[in-house]
């Protein structure tokens, strides 16, 4: 079942009008046929099943079966700070984070970053990751767009995240999993939480000493993972414990 969002002004009772850029994934390259189920979320969370009712160029609209009442999302807002890493990687991390559930991606400059990026690449390359962010919450059927903002330095992401409620660290010096059973464990309902994931070098030493009281340094086991997988395995461990 397809997925798609729209403002909440598209909704007129039972109707539903897709956005303009829709129109031509539906009519071309879909080439969806009246009758043909979809699933819709809107700008306040709110999803619903249809089905389509009228397919042309110029308009796409379906009609509301049943309000989805369950949804996709988690019942906590997680914030990811991903080290800037080399190449491509960053996009598998968003995509994957987005499928995960992650509520927003903060790419972040450290110490060790092998990567600089300028204005200009900085705007570029947000809004290759914004509709990369925007492709994965399709597919994985979210009823949000997750953000991925503009690169910010780890001393700006550091004073973003003193308002969230718990801080998940990965870091390579840190061992005993039970440990982390145990500050995942604790996470309650409704808690926002960061987690910060250093880039290919790891964190500087400077950047992990006089950290927030929020923080919590943690292990991910035995075996060093790399920057893309840091950051994946612990929104793992986190969909675990609290995923209905």
Avoid at 92 to 107: D, W
Avoid at 121 to 129: G, L, S, T
Avoid at 181 to 197: L, S
Wanted: aromatic share 6%; net charge negative.
């Amino acid at each position: 079942m397809q997925q798609f969002f729209v403002e909440k002004s598209s909704i007129n009772g039972n109707k539903i009008i897709l956005e303009e850029n829709d129109i031509n994934h539906v009519v071309n390259v879909l080439r969806m046929k009246i009758g043909e189920k979809i699933r819709v979320s809107d700008s306040d969370n709110v999803s619903y099943f249809c089905h389509l009712v009228e397919i042309s160029k110029e308009n796409v609209v379906a009609e509301i079966d049943e309000i989805d009442e369950v949804g996709t999302e988690l019942n906590n807002e997680i914030y990811l700070f991903q080290g800037l890493p080399k190449g491509d990687k960053m996009e598998l991390v968003i995509q994957k984070a987005v499928e995960l559930g992650v509520t927003k991606v903060i790419p972040t400059s450290m110490k060790n970053c092998v990567v600089k990026l300028d204005d200009k690449k900085a705007k570029n390359k947000q809004k290759r990751w914004q509709t990369i962010a925007e492709s994965a919450a399709k597919q994985s059927k979210r009823t949000i767009i997750p953000e991925v903002t503009m690169p910010i330095k780890y001393k700006e992401a550091m004073e973003f995240a003193r308002d969230l409620d718990v801080i998940l660290l990965p870091y390579e010096n840190q061992r005993g999993m039970e440990a982390t059973r145990e500050i995942i464990g604790n996470i309650k309902k409704g808690q926002r939480i960061g987690i910060f994931v250093g880039p290919e070098g790891g964190f500087a030493e400077d950047e992990i000493t006089g950290l927030p009281d929020n923080v919590s340094l943690i292990s991910l086991g035995r075996r060093i993972l790399r920057t893309e997988t840091a950051g994946l395995a612990t929104l793992a461990m986190l969909v675990f414990c609290l995923d209905d």
